[in-house]
């Protein structure tokens, strides 16, 4: 069983991740020296878009590191953050993006980002993210619960607005049991997932 924690350090692993996948298909993909550019170029966007992640979570707060799971550290209107295929910071909100993209870059100082708009705010997902962490813990809970025996973990995922768990199998009768016993909440999505190994 994974219980989900520190979701900064799997959004800062999400995003060096798919850098990387974009910068290995880009290797593959040409062995032009103008390629070569196309990837520095990107390389150095993934470090600009790096810098205002954390410019941007110390504008919510400047203990951001030691509250990163905390629902109150994020505004409402704040969906979450990713670097985009080209190294792009893109900021994701739910109110009027017009509005809300003039105070990002009072904060950021800068307009070197995208903002997208979303339905659910990153609050949102983290607090159906208490939800399951309050179930994983509960020592009332029997050790052979069927949510118990197949959960492989689960994390706010930024680029699809949701919360995303993670199954060993997936079935109707593990989803229900889930909606009953965990969580109803509409921005759960279930996905096959392998226990990770610990070592």
């Known amino acids: 069983m994974l219980k989900s924690t520190n979701y900064a350090f799997l959004l800062l692993v999400t995003i060096i991740l798919a850098s990387c996948n974009q910068q290995k298909s880009n290797n593959n993909s040409s062995n032009t020296d103008g390629n ?6 990107i390389t150095q966007n993934n470090q600009i878009a790096l810098e205002l992640h954390d410019k941007l979570m110390n504008h919510f707060s400047r203990d951001w590191m030691e509250r990163e799971s905390d629902p109150d550290l994020y505004p409402n ?6 670097i985009d295929n080209n ?6 909100v739910t109110q ?24 659910y705010s990153y ?3 983290l607090r159906v993210m208490d939800s399951i962490d309050e179930f994983l813990v509960n020592s009332s809970i029997p050790d052979d619960h069927i949510v118990l025996a197949h959960f492989a973990g ?25 909606k009953r016993d965990v969580t109803n909440s509409q921005l759960v999505i279930f996905e096959q997932g392998e226990i990770p190994e610990l070592f």
């Open 96 to 119: 009027n993006t017009e509005n809300v993209k003039e105070t990002l870059k009072e904060a950021l100082e800068t307009d070197n980002f995208k903002v997208e708009s979303v339905r």
């Open 77 to 82: 209107y704040y969906g979450g953050s990713f």
């Open 87 to 92: 190294g792009v910071f893109v900021i994701a």
């Open 154 to 178: 689960a994390y706010p995922d930024v680029m699809e607005n949701r919360v995303k768990v993670l199954l060993t199998e997936v079935n109707q009768n593990i989803i229900n049991s889930f």
């Open 36 to 41: 070569s550019s196309e990837i520095n170029t």
């Open 123 to 125: 609050k949102e997902m």
